[in-house]
């Protein structure tokens, strides 16, 4: 999405303006926004206003500008667009129920529509939560123009009256998108196909709030090669993985750029500077384009062969994980299993590859086959949440887990030792761990679930239930 926004802007003589949408606190740290702006930098993009380089629209994380999104909200409910919701998470958990069993589409049924402005402020001075939910037409139906798909209607009836503040203060998407855009001139919004249902709920409110909505395009989403949405599961969907893996980002982003999109003159290989000099959003094609690691793999040796000289690959092969540095860092935890510089490869090797190759019943040891599973996916939604990534972080979340789990660190700590190393005998777990970084780490997790469940050792569907039941009641809730 970023690079095809990234081309039409260049090639319109527009600005590309990133945005913080940061208003989710559980997700969004520092870090996390860190990993996005390296990520893009990596892959040579470059934008014009953001948080890092500023910008006179600013500030560019909306987590800074509640007081924008309160005072529309405020005014929204004072022209009576929109109105305060009082009702409780359990009265909306039933009304879902019971619309579910008459297959009806889940959605608010406007209960508080109908409070009067004494119950409102009586409610309101007994400290009572609410929320704001925006006011929708009852019949008629919305009309937009999609630059890719042309002019779209969805019946008012389909859509949600949206909460667009929560009881916190804090505005979600739809609010603090449509105030961003408009605050921001944006003129231009390219974003995923999943929001074409919620356009109707922007459009409303560009006109509630007196404003011209921008123009829209959905692109469709990236697929799996067996065409399911993409997923983590599935495929690593982190930039940072690749990057780790040893791509070269030249073949990264030309290889994004050729989703669901060819240039004029069907030319397989491109720089960032040909495909936004050529961009064209028409000729973004709407059927799911599919990202296959594979492709990926022989583009990225073309560029390895075709694009650059055997010196310049072994200056980036020097370079890469931080050079010189990333082997200071492992020196250290080599030298007690040294004798000769021999010793050295075998032993860190599993820092080096994408992922190690070992036998299932190396994975399981002495444990059953679905314990192990069961703790790998504990420790996958753990290794989630942690928000640094070093060795004492690692070392205190696995001794949680143990704890939890009732379980020896050591035994806890076997299967990872296999699915991180490829071997029993390797570096330190944890030292490993924080050299390998979350998303390769992450990955070898997966994969490690993966090889269980392909030999029917793995979680069933139930048994995933229970097990994420189990979790939020002794771990708190995920993060995915
Ligand atoms: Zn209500």
């Known amino acids: 999405m970023a690079l095809f926004n990234l081309a039409f802007a ?10 913080i949408e940061d208003t989710d606190q559980l997700r969004s740290t520092p870090e996390s926004e860190e990993a996005i702006l390296q990520a893009l930098s990596w892959m040579g993009m470059k934008w014009d206003e953001g948080p890092d380089c500023g910008g006179e629209f600013g500030p560019y994380r909306q987590s800074e500008r509640t007081a924008l999104y309160q005072a529309e909200a405020q005014r929204l409910l004072e022209q009576g667009n929109a109105y305060p919701c009082f009702c409780s998470s359990e009265r909306l958990d039933q009304v879902r129920k019971e619309q579910m069993a008459n297959k009806e589409t889940p959605r608010y049924d406007g209960h508080c529509l109908s409070l009067t402005p004494e119950e409102i402020e009586e409610r309101k001075n007994q400290n009572e939560p609410w929320v704001v939910r925006l006011k929708v037409p009852a019949e008629g139906e919305c ?10 209607s969805i019946e008012w009836t389909q859509i949600d009256h949206q909460v667009i503040q929560k009881s916190d203060g804090f505005p979600t ?5 449509v105030v961003d855009d408009h ?11 999943e929001w074409i249902s919620s356009t109707p709920k922007h459009v409303l409110l560009y006109e509630y709030l007196g404003w011209t909505p921008p123009s829209f395009a959905h692109l469709p989403l990236l697929r799996n ?5 993409l997923s983590k599961r599935k495929n690593p969907t982190s930039i940072n993985y690749y990057q780790d893996a040893g ?7 030309n290889y994004l750029g050729m989703m669901g999109y060819t240039l004029p003159d069907q030319r397989e290989i491109f720089s960032l500077d040909e495909l936004c000099e050529t961009f064209e959003i028409k000729r973004v094609s709407l059927g799911g384009p599919i990202f296959d690691v594979e492709k990926l793999k022989w583009l990225n040796g073309r560029y390895l062969r075709e694009k650059l000289s055997p010196e310049e690959v072994l200056q980036k092969l020097i370079d890469w994980k931080g050079g010189p540095d990333f082997f200071r860092k492992i020196i250290p935890l080599a030298l007690p299993r040294l004798e000769t510089f021999s010793d050295f490869f075998p032993i860190s090797q599993f820092l080096l590859n994408e992922s190690p190759v070992y036998p299932l019943e190396e994975l399981a040891g002495k444990q059953e086959p679905v314990e192990v599973a069961r703790i790998l996916k504990v420790a996958e939604w753990e290794l989630e949440k942690a928000s640094t990534w070093d060795r004492d972080s690692l070392s205190s979340i696995f001794q949680n887990l143990a704890e939890k789990e009732g379980k020896k660190l050591k035994e806890l700590l076997a299967p990872f030792f296999v699915c991180m190393t490829g071997s029993k005998v390797s570096l330190p777990l944890f030292d490993g761990m924080a050299l390998l970084g979350a998303d390769l780490t992450r990955t070898r997790i997966r994969k490690a679930l993966q090889l269980l469940s392909e030999n029917g050792a793995g979680l069933s569907k139930k048994g995933l239930k229970a097990l994420e039941k189990e979790y939020r009641q002794s771990y708190g809730n995920r993060i995915d």
């Open 247 to 253: 791509f070269l980002p030249e073949a990264m982003l």
């Open 183 to 193: 605050l921001m001139e944006i003129s231009h919004v390219i974003r995923g196909e």
């Open 173 to 177: 998407y739809h609010l603090a998108n």
């Open 10 to 19: 260049r090639k319109h003589g527009g600005r590309m303006v990133l945005r």
């Open 225 to 229: 090669p067996d065409k399911s949405k």
């Open 143 to 152: 009309r937009f123009t999609d630059e890719l798909r042309g002019e779209i």
